[in-house]
T-cell receptor
Framework: GQQLNQSPQSMFIQEGEDVSMNCTSS?????WLWYKQDPGEGPVLLIA?????ELTSNGRLTAQFGITRKDSFLNISASIPSDVGIYFC??????????????FGKGTKLSVIP | DADVTQTPRNRITKTGKRIMLECSQT?????MYWYRQDPGLGLRLIYY???????NKGEISDGYSVSRQAQAKFSLSLESAIPNQTALYFC???????????FGQGTRLTVV
C-alpha cells in the first residue's frame, strides 16, 4: 500500500526556534493532513490541505501541499514548550468500492528545551 | 464530554485472556476506525467500518475482531491476548464526505 515517510524522526530544539518537518510519498495524494499528539492523548487535527500548492496557516503553524502532490511540509514558528509532542502527516488511500482510509506517517517527535 | 470516548483508558491483562475495548462517539459520524500505536511505528489500522453493516480489515487485523453495535459504538476484541499486542489503541471517526479523522484519548493495553 501507499506509505508516507516523515522526517526527521525526532528533533530537539530550543524554545523560540523555528521548526520544519516534512512528509513524502512515492504516490500522489489528493489531501494532506497534519495531526499533533500530546503525550498521553489522541492525535488532534492541526491543518488540512486539499489543493496542490496550497499554503495554510493555523496560528504559528504553516503547512504546504507540495506541487507534485507527493509531499507536504509543516513549519512551526517561535516554538514554545507546549509544542512538545508527536506530529503525524496523513493522507487518504483508496480502499476499494469508492472508499478511502487514512494512512499515517510514523511521526516526528518534537522536544522543546526551555 | 469528549466526542469520541474510549473505555477503559488503561488495562493490564494476562496472556490468553479475551479482552474488549469499547468506543462510543457523539459526532454522528458513519465511519469508525481502530488503530494501534507502537513507538516508532506510527498509527496502523486494525479494522474499520463505514456503517453498521460494513466491517473491513485493515493493515494488521490478525488476532483482533470488531463489532459495530450501532452507529455510535464500535468495539475491538482480542480473542486470546498475547504480549506483542501490548500497545496504545485508538478509536477514530470520520464522516462520509470527509477523510479527516477524530480520535479518542486512547486505551493503553498491557498483556503480561
Amino acid at each position: 500500500g501507499q506509505q508516507l515517510n516523515q522526517s526527521p524522526q525526532s528533533m530537539f530544539i530550543q524554545e523560540g526556534e523555528d521548526v520544519s518537518m516534512n512528509c513524502t510519498s512515492s504516490s500522489i495524494f489528493n489531501t494532506w493532513l497534519w495531526y499533533k499528539q500530546d503525550p498521553g492523548e489522541g492525535p488532534v487535527l492541526l491543518i488540512a490541505l486539499y489543493k496542490a500548492g496550497e499554503l495554510t496557516s493555523n496560528g504559528r503553524l504553516t503547512a504546504q501541499f507540495g506541487i507534485t502532490r507527493k509531499d507536504s511540509f509543516l513549519n512551526i514558528s517561535a516554538s514554545i514548550p507546549s509544542d512538545v509532542g508527536i506530529y503525524f502527516c496523513a493522507g487518504p488511500t483508496y480502499s476499494g468500492a469508492g472508499s478511502y482510509q487514512l494512512t499515517f506517517g510514523k511521526g516526528t517527535k518534537l522536544s522543546v528545551i526551555p | 464530554d469528549a466526542d469520541v470516548t474510549q473505555t477503559p483508558r488503561n488495562r493490564i491483562t494476562k496472556t490468553g485472556k479475551r479482552i474488549m475495548l469499547e468506543c462510543s462517539q457523539t459526532k454522528g459520524h458513519d465511519r469508525m476506525y481502530w488503530y494501534r500505536q507502537d513507538p516508532g511505528l506510527g498509527l496502523r489500522l486494525i479494522y474499520y467500518s463505514f456503517d453498521v453493516k460494513d466491517i473491513n480489515k485493515g493493515e494488521i487485523s490478525d488476532g483482533y475482531s470488531v463489532s459495530r453495535q450501532a452507529q455510535a459504538k464500535f468495539s475491538l476484541s482480542l480473542e486470546s491476548a498475547i504480549p506483542n499486542q501490548t500497545a496504545l489503541y485508538f478509536c477514530a471517526t470520520s464522516d462520509l464526505m470527509n477523510t479527516e479523522a477524530f480520535f479518542g484519548q486512547g486505551t493503553r493495553l498491557t498483556v503480561v
